[in-house]
C-alpha cells in the first residue's frame, strides 16, 4: 500500500500511528493464535504437510488470509524447519521421528496488515542439548528486544543478540535477517541478528519489524537445496529460530505476537 499515511524515515522506515498499532496487534494475535493452537498436531508420525493444512485451515476459518501462499512462487500457509534446515522449510509427506525439533513460522494478513512468528517445536523426546539450543535462541530474541527503545540503534538489537549466543559457544546465522513490516511482508529495514552496538539507523516510536534469530549449534554457514527455498547449515548442525513482530513505543515496544493465551514455554 504505497498511498498508506504516515511518514517515512531517511533510511526508508515507515513511522506508523496508534490505528497501525491496533492493526498490528490483531493480525499478530490471529498469528500468534495458530501458533498456540498448532502445537497438539506435532507429534512422531505426523507429516509436515499435515499441520501446514491444520495451519492455512485456521487462517481461512478467521477470516484471514495467508502471507505466504502465492509470496514469489511459494504454496504453503508456513514454512516448517526440521532439525538442520535454518529456514524456509517447505511442508511436505515427510513424516516426523522422535526427537525432531522444527520451527513454524506462519505469516498472517488480517485488514490488511502483516503478523509474522515463528517458534520451536518438539516431535516427542527433547534432548538436553537441544533443549539448550531451544532456549537460547528464544533468549536471544528477547534479549534483541529488551534493546528496542527509541534512541538506540538497529546496531544496539543485533549487537545484543550475537554477544549473548556467541557467549554461549553457539552462532548466529548471517545469511537470514529480519525484516520491516506492516502492510507490507518486508520493508526496509534489514533487521541484522549480529553487529556493532550504536550502529545503523535510529529506533524511532511507530517503527515496525520483526526480529528472528536463527542459532546454530555448529557454524553460522548456510546454503539453499535445488528447491530453492530449503536452508540448511552447511555443516548439519542443527538449529533454532524464533519471531516476533513489534512496534516500537514511546519507551520499548509492544510484541505483537505474544501467546494470546500465555501458555507459550520455548521448549515444551
Ligand atoms: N515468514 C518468513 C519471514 O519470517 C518468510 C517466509 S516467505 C516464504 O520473513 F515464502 F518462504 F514463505
Ligand atoms: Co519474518
Ligand atoms: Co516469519
Not at 97 to 110: H, P, R
Not at 116 to 126: E, H
Request: charged letters at 20%; hydrophobic letters at 35%.
Amino acid at each position: 500500500m504505497s498511498d498508506h499515511k504516515g511518514r517515512i524515515t531517511r533510511d526508508g522506515i515507515r513511522i506508523h500511528d496508534a490505528a497501525d498499532f491496533a492493526g498490528m496487534h490483531k493480525a499478530g494475535a490471529l498469528a500468534a493464535q495458530i501458533l498456540d493452537d498448532v502445537a497438539e498436531h506435532v507429534y512422531p508420525g505426523q507429516t509436515t504437510g499435515a499441520i501446514d493444512a491444520f495451519i492455512e485451515d485456521q487462517v481461512n476459518k478467521a477470516g484471514a488470509k495467508s502471507a505466504t501462499i502465492g509470496y514469489k512462487g511459494y504454496k504453503h500457509a508456513s514454512c516448517i524447519s526440521v532439525n538442520h534446515v535454518v529456514c524456509h522449510g517447505i511442508p511436505g509427506d515427510k513424516k516426523l521421528k522422535d526427537g525432531d525439533i522444527l520451527n513454524i513460522d506462519v505469516t498472517v494478513i488480517v485488514d490488511g496488515w502483516f503478523g509474522d512468528t515463528s517458534r520451536m517445536y518438539v516431535a516427542g523426546k527433547l534432548s538436553r542439548k537441544t533443549e539448550r539450543l531451544i532456549q537460547i535462541t528464544h533468549d536471544s530474541l528477547m534479549k534483541g528486544i529488551e534493546a528496542v527503545k527509541p534512541g538506540n540503534t538497529f546496531g544496539d538489537i543485533g549487537h545484543a543478540i550475537q554477544s549473548f549466543v556467541e557467549g554461549q559457544r553457539m552462532s548466529v546465522v548471517r545469511d537470514f535477517c529480519g525484516h520491516g513490516l506492516g502492510t507490507v511482508f518486508h520493508a526496509p529495514p534489514n533487521v541484522l541478528h549480529y553487529g556493532r552496538a550504536g550502529s545503523g539507523p535510529m529506533l524511532e516510536e511507530g517503527m515496525f519489524f520483526t526480529i528472528e534469530p536463527m542459532v546454530n549449534l555448529g557454524r553460522p554457514e548456510t546454503k539453499i537445496l535445488a528447491d530453492d527455498w530449503t536452508a540448511v547449515t552447511r555443516d548439519k548442525s542443527l538449529s533454532a529460530q524464533f519471531e516476533h513482530s513489534i512496534g516500537v513505543t514511546a519507551d520499548g515496544c509492544e510484541i505483537f505476537t505474544l501467546s494470546p493465551g500465555g501458555k507459550f514455554h520455548p521448549t515444551y
